[in-house]
C-alpha cells in the first residue's frame, strides 16, 4: 500500500509538472496543449511499448520446445501469480539481465539476456523470472511506460519553451519572463528525471517482495542479485538507455559513480534490496 500511495504520487507530479510546463509557453491555453502532447505520448507507450522493448533488446521469441525449462518456470509462476502465460524470449546481449514488457498480463512478454542464462542456477533464475513476472501481475510496466513517455512529453514541450523564450521577440520588460521561461525549460526535464526515477525504484522494490512471496522465499532471488551485482559492473551492455528502466538490474551499473548519479538512478541499491529479500520484510507484508 504503501508504495502504490508513493506511486500515485509521483505519477501525479510528472502529470503535473507536463501542465506547468505548457502554462508557462501558452498560459491556460498551453497546459490544455501540454495535457494533449502527454495523452499522445502515452497512447504510443500503451500500445507499443512491447514491441518497442522486444525490438531494442534484439530478442527472439523461444518455444516450449526450444527451451522447456524455461516455459516451465514461468508456466508455473503465472499459475501461481493466477495470470495468463507470457510470450518468452531470449536477447543476445551477453550481460546478466532481464525484463518484462507488455501493456497488461494479456499483452505481456519476459525477457531474458543470454548472459543471465550462463551465470545463473534455474532456482536463481526462478527468482528472477518471479520478480518479473510480479512486474506484470502489478501492471507496473504500464506505469513505468505511461511515466516515461510523460517525462519525454516534458521534455519536448520545455524544449519549446526554451526556442520560443529565445527567439519570441519582445522589449525590456519581458526579461524576467523569458528568464524565467527558460529556468523552467532547464529544470523541468530534470526533475520529471528524478520523479521517474523514483517511481522505477518504488517498483523495482515492490516486485522483489511480490516474487519473493510467489515463490515462499527470497533467497534464491537475493542470490541472484548478487551475481547480477556483478556481472552488470563489469560487463557492458548493448541496451538502449530509453529502456534501461525496465531491467532487474541497472544495465549501466558500472558507469554510475556520483552520489548524483546514484540519486537519479532507476534502480535501488544492490544491496538494499539484497538485504530486504535477507531480512524477511518479505514475509510481514500482505501477501499477493
Given at each position: 500500500m504503501k508504495n502504490n500511495l508513493k506511486t500515485a504520487v509521483i505519477l501525479a507530479g510528472i502529470g503535473g509538472l507536463m501542465i506547468v510546463v505548457g502554462g508557462a509557453i501558452g498560459g491556460p491555453s498551453g497546459a490544455a496543449i501540454g495535457m494533449a502532447i502527454g495523452l499522445v505520448f502515452v497512447g504510443g507507450s500503451y500500445w507499443f511499448s512491447d514491441k518497442l522493448a522486444i525490438k531494442s533488446a534484439r530478442a527472439v521469441e523461444v518455444t516450449a520446445e526450444q527451451m522447456p525449462r524455461y516455459h516451465a518456470i514461468v508456466a508455473d509462476l503465472a499459475r501461481r501469480a493466477d495470470m495468463p502465460m507470457p510470450r518468452l524470449y531470449v536477447a543476445p546481449d551477453r550481460q546478466p539481465n532481464a525484463f518484462a514488457t507488455g501493456r497488461s498480463p494479456e499483452h505481456a512478454a519476459v525477457c531474458v539476456n543470454q548472459g543471465i542464462l550462463d551465470v545463473l542456477t534455474w532456482e536463481e533464475l526462478q527468482g528472477v523470472l518471479a520478480h518479473e513476472i510480479s512486474h506484470v501481475r502489478n501492471r507496473d510496466i504500464l506505469i513505468s511506460s505511461v511515466a516515461a513517455a510523460v517525462a519525454m512529453g516534458i521534455t519536448f514541450l520545455a524544449r519549446m519553451a526554451m526556442w520560443g523564450a529565445m527567439f519570441g521577440g519582445g522589449g525590456r520588460n519581458r526579461n524576467d519572463g523569458i528568464l524565467g521561461t527558460l529556468a523552467l525549460a532547464i529544470l523541468a526535464p530534470i526533475a520529471a528525471m528524478f520523479l521517474q526515477s523514483a517511481l522505477s525504484r518504488s517498483r523495482e522494490y515492490e516486485a522483489d517482495r511480490r516474487g519473493a512471496q510467489l515463490l515462499g522465499t527470497g533467497e534464491p532471488l537475493a542470490r541472484a542479485l548478487e551475481k547480477l551485482d556483478r556481472g552488470t559492473k563489469v560487463i557492458p551492455s548493448t541496451v538502449n538507455p530509453a529502456q534501461?528502466?525496465?531491467?532487474?538490474?541497472?544495465?549501466?551499473?558500472?558507469?554510475?559513480?556520483?552520489?548524483?548519479?546514484?540519486?537519479?538512478?532507476?534502480?535501488?541499491?544492490?544491496?538494499?534490496?539484497?538485504?530486504?529479500?535477507?531480512?524477511?520484510?518479505?514475509?510481514?507484508?500482505?501477501?499477493?
Amino acid at each position: 500500500m504503501k508504495n502504490n500511495l508513493k506511486t500515485a504520487v509521483i505519477l501525479a507530479g510528472i502529470g503535473g509538472l507536463m501542465i506547468v510546463v505548457g502554462g508557462a509557453i501558452g498560459g491556460p491555453s498551453g497546459a490544455a496543449i501540454g495535457m494533449a502532447i502527454g495523452l499522445v505520448f502515452v497512447g504510443g507507450s500503451y500500445w507499443f511499448s512491447d514491441k518497442l522493448a522486444i525490438k531494442s533488446a534484439r530478442a527472439v521469441e523461444v518455444t516450449a520446445e526450444q527451451m522447456p525449462r524455461y516455459h516451465a518456470i514461468v508456466a508455473d509462476l503465472a499459475r501461481r501469480a493466477d495470470m495468463p502465460m507470457p510470450r518468452l524470449y531470449v536477447a543476445p546481449d551477453r550481460q546478466p539481465n532481464a525484463f518484462a514488457t507488455g501493456r497488461s498480463p494479456e499483452h505481456a512478454a519476459v525477457c531474458v539476456n543470454q548472459g543471465i542464462l550462463d551465470v545463473l542456477t534455474w532456482e536463481e533464475l526462478q527468482g528472477v523470472l518471479a520478480h518479473e513476472i510480479s512486474h506484470v501481475r502489478n501492471r507496473d510496466i504500464l506505469i513505468s511506460s505511461v511515466a516515461a513517455a510523460v517525462a519525454m512529453g516534458i521534455t519536448f514541450l520545455a524544449r519549446m519553451a526554451m526556442w520560443g523564450a529565445m527567439f519570441g521577440g519582445g522589449g525590456r520588460n519581458r526579461n524576467d519572463g523569458i528568464l524565467g521561461t527558460l529556468a523552467l525549460a532547464i529544470l523541468a526535464p530534470i526533475a520529471a528525471m528524478f520523479l521517474q526515477s523514483a517511481l522505477s525504484r518504488s517498483r523495482e522494490y515492490e516486485a522483489d517482495r511480490r516474487g519473493a512471496q510467489l515463490l515462499g522465499t527470497g533467497e534464491p532471488l537475493a542470490r541472484a542479485l548478487e551475481k547480477l551485482d556483478r556481472g552488470t559492473k563489469v560487463i557492458p551492455s548493448t541496451v538502449n538507455p530509453a529502456q534501461a528502466s525496465a531491467y532487474i538490474a541497472n544495465p549501466f551499473a558500472g558507469q554510475k559513480s556520483s552520489f548524483s548519479a546514484r540519486f537519479a538512478s532507476t534502480h535501488p541499491p544492490m544491496e538494499d534490496r539484497i538485504a530486504r529479500l535477507r531480512s524477511g520484510e518479505w514475509q510481514r507484508s500482505s501477501r499477493p
